[in-house]
C-alpha cells in the first residue's frame, strides 16, 4: 500500500501520478499530433523507484510526537518513506515531474490522520505548543502548491490527513441539506446519496480523489456547476477547529447578520484552520441526463451565441466551449484516452470548427423544455448539432485527463492547466493575450507550444477560461521551462484584471498573484484574521497570504 491517503474509499494514488495503472490507453492520434508538432522521439520515461526518492531529515522532536501520539494513537502518526512521499506532494505538473525524478521538495516529518473534530483542535493545540506546522491534506489533488511541505517558521511539519475523519452524518431530505465530515472523498458522498435519491451534483475533474472538505476549502468548481453551482454555493453552514478552538459558521439558508463568516472559511485553503464538517445543500437526483454536441464555425461565434444563451436564462448544466486547438487535441483523444474516450472518433468527421458540449439533467419534462429553449438560441447563434454521440463520448472520459497526463509525462511532453475568469466582454482579448504570452515564452525557449482554451462555466456576467499547455519539455529544466509559461499567463491574467484562479486556488503557486487582485489592505485584513486565528503560525504556512 502506497500510503493511506485515501483510507476508507478502497482507492489509493500514486505516488508519481494519478490514480492506479488504468485501463486508459494512450490515444494514438494524440500522440500522432504531438509528435508532428513537436517532434518526440518516441522513448518512453519511467518514474525513479521508491526507495531512490531522497526526503529530508526528520526534524520533529520526540516529544512533540509522543504528544501527537497520545492524541491520535500510535499507528496514526507515521514517517515511513511511502507515507511521507504520499503526501509530499500536490498532483501539478511540476509535483509529477519533482516526483518521478525522486526529487521532491520536501516531505512532511510525520503524517498525523485524525479521526475527530476533538482529535484535530487537540492535534492543533499540541502543534502551536511544540511549533509545528500544520498541512490539511484531504485528497492531495491540489495543483497549486497548497499541500506542498512548507513549515515556514517552525521547526517541524506535519500533514493532517483527513481520511479518517470520513463519514456522513444526517440527511435532512425536507431542507434538502446533508451533514458530512470534511475528510469524505466526492465518489462516497454521491454514493450515500444516491441512496436517498439525492445529489450534490459536484463533479470536479480530480472528483475520483478530492475530498469534501478539500472541495469547500478551494472553492471548488465541478463540470456541471453551470447548473448545480460552484461548492461553495453549496455550503451551508461549516465547523472548523482553528488552533484558538473551534469556529462555526451557523447553518442558515441566508442571512443578513453582517459579515459573512462562512464565505471567509470557505476558500481558505486551510490557514486559519481545519474544515472539519459543513453542511450542505443538495438536490433531487436527476431522472435524466441528456449530454450533446454542437459545433461552430468559430470561438467568436461560439462565445456570442453563448452569452445570449446565458442571459436568455437557458444555460444547460454542462457547458464545454473549446477554441480551435483545444477541439483539435479532443479530437485527438486528448481530453480521454483510448477506449474509454471514443472522442475524436465521433466528433466532426472532418468538418472545421470549435466544439461545445453541452447537458442537461433533471425530471424529463424539463430536460425536455430547457433543451428546446437552448437548442433553439444556439441554432439560432449558427451551431451546428452533431449529436448524442459527442456527449456520451465526453461523459465516458470526463475523469480520464489525468491518466493521460501520466502518459503525457512518460513521452517527455510539458502538459499542464491553468485557469481565470472574467467578463464576457473580456473573453475574446484575455484569450488571445494569455495564449499568445505563454506561446512567446515557451517559443523563446525554443519549445513550441499548442495552446488551447476552453469555456467549462458559465455566469450572467462572464465565463471561466481554462488554459491547456502542451509543448516538449525540456529535460533536466522541466521547471524553469514550466515557470517561465507559467509567469507570462499569471502576469497576462492580472494585467487584464481577470482573476488568478477561477476554481484550483490560491495555494503557494498563486499567492503572490492574489495579493495583486486583493490590494494591500485587502491583504493585510485577511493576514490581520489569520494572526487572530492562529497566532503562532501554525496552519499552512506559505499558502495563500504572500511572504512580506
Ligand atoms: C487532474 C486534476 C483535475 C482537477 N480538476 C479540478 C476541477 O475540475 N475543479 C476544481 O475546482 N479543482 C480541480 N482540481 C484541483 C483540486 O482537485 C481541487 O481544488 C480540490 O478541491 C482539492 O480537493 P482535495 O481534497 O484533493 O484537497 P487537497 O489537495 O488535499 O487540499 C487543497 C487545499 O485545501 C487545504 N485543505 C484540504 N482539506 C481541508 C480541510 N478540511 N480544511 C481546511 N483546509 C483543507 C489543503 O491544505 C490545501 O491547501 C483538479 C486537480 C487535478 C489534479
Known amino acids: ?19 492506479q495503472p488504468h485501463e486508459v490507453a494512450f ?50 502518526v507515521r514517517s515511513d518513506t511511502a507515507t511521507r512521499v504520499a503526501h509530499g506532494a500536490g498532483k501539478s505538473y511540476l509535483d509529477l515531474v519533482r516526483m518521478r525524478a525522486g526529487t521532491p521538495q520536501g516531505a512532511p516529518d510525520a503524517v498525523v490522520f485524525a479521526a475527530t473534530h476533538e482529535e484535530i483542535l487537540a492535534v492543533l493545540a499540541v502543534c502551536a505548543q511544540e511549533r509545528v506546522a500544520v498541512v490539511p491534506f484531504g485528497g492531495g489533488t491540489s495543483i497549486v502548491g497548497g499541500v506542498a511541505p512548507l513549515r515556514g517558521e517552525q521547526h517541524a511539519v506535519i500533514a493532517l490527513d483527513l481520511a479518517r475523519l470520513s463519514g456522513l452524518l444526517t440527511v435532512d431530505p425536507a431542507s434538502l441539506t446533508v451533514s458530512v465530515a470534511a475528510g469524505t472523498r466526492a465518489p462516497a458522498l454521491e454514493a450515500f446519496l444516491a441512496e436517498h435519491n439525492l445529489t450534490l451534483g459536484h463533479y470536479p475533474d480530480s472528483f475520483e480523489f478530492a475530498s469534501i472538505g478539500g472541495c ?38 441566508a442571512s443578513a447578520a453582517g459579515p459573512a463568516l462562512r464565505e471567509l472559511i470557505v476558500g481558505s485553503e486551510g490557514v486559519f484552520g481545519v474544515i472539519t464538517g459543513l453542511l450542505l445543500r443538495v438536490r433531487a437526483r436527476p431522472a435524466q441526463q441528456r449530454y450533446e454536441g454542437v459545433v461552430f464555425e468559430d470561438f467568436h461565434a461560439a462565445v456570442e451565441t453563448l452569452r445570449h444563451v446565458v442571459q436568455d436564462r437557458a444555460t444547460p448544466d454542462i457547458v464545454r466551449l ?62 451546428n448539432p452533431i449529436g448524442e454521440g459527442a456527449g456520451r463520448a465526453w461523459a465516458a472520459s470526463r475523469f480520464a485527463a489525468p491518466y493521460v497526463r501520466d502518459q503525457l509525462l512518460d513521452r517527455g511532453v510539458l502538459v499542464d492547466q ?43 456576467t462572464g465565463a471561466s477560461l481554462t488554459f491547456t499547455v502542451l509543448a516538449r519539455a525540456q529535460l533536466g529544466e522541466e521547471e524553469a521551462q514550466w515557470q517561465a509559461a507559467k509567469h507570462a499567463a499569471s502576469a497576462a491574467i492580472v494585467a487584464a484584471g481577470a482573476t488568478i484562479s477561477h476554481h484550483h486556488g490560491i495555494g503557494r503557486d498563486h499567492a503572490d498573484w492574489a495579493a495583486a487582485e486583493l490590494g494591500p489592505l485587502g491583504s493585510s485584513a485577511v493576514a490581520a484574521l489569520k494572526a487572530h486565528l492562529d497566532p503562532v503560525g501554525i496552519m499552512n504556512p506559505g499558502k495563500v497570504i504572500a511572504a512580506g
Open 216 to 253: 469547500a476549502a478551494t472553492r471548488s468548481v465541478g463540470q456541471a456547476s453551470s447548473g448545480y453551482g460552484r461548492i461553495d454555493q453549496a455550503v451551508q453552514g461549516v465547523r472548523v477547529a482553528t488552533p484558538r478552538g473551534e469556529l462555526a459558521a451557523a447553518a442558515l439558508p
Open 418 to 460: 491553468f485557469e481565470t475568469a472574467t467578463s464576457w466582454s473580456g473573453i475574446g482579448s484575455l484569450r488571445t493575450s494569455v495564449a499568445g504570452a505563454i506561446a512567446a515564452a515557451l517559443g523563446a525557449r525554443g519549445t513550441p507550444a499548442l495552446v488551447g482554451c476552453q469555456i467549462s462555466h458559465v455566469y450572467l
Open 1 to 19: 500500500m502506497v500510503g493511506p491517503t485515501a483510507v476508507g474509499t478502497g482507492q489509493h494514488m500514486r505516488w508519481w501520478g494519478w490514480g
Open 322 to 383: 473549446s477554441d480551435e486547438v483545444q477541439t483539435t487535441v479532443l479530437m485527438a483523444g486528448g481530453e480521454g484516452g483510448g477506449r474509454r474516450a471514443p472522442l475524436g472518433r465521433v466528433l466532426l468527421r472532418g468538418r472545421r470548427g470549435v466544439l461545445v458540449i453541452i447537458g442537461w439533467e433533471g425530471q424529463r419534462d424539463a430536460v425536455e423544455r430547457r433543451r428546446l429553449h437552448t437548442m433553439t438560441l444556439l441554432a439560432r447563434g449558427g451551431a
Open 27 to 76: 490515444p494514438r492520434k494524440l500522440e500522432a499530433l504531438l509528435t508532428g508538432s513537436f517532434g518526440l522521439d518516441g522513448t518512453i520515461r519511467q518514474p525513479v523507484g521508491l526507495g531512490e526518492v531522497s526526503l529530508p531529515q526528520i526534524t520533529l522532536e520526540p516529544r512533540a510526537r509522543q504528544r501527537l501520539e497520545e492524541i491520535v494513537g500510535p499507528g496514526s
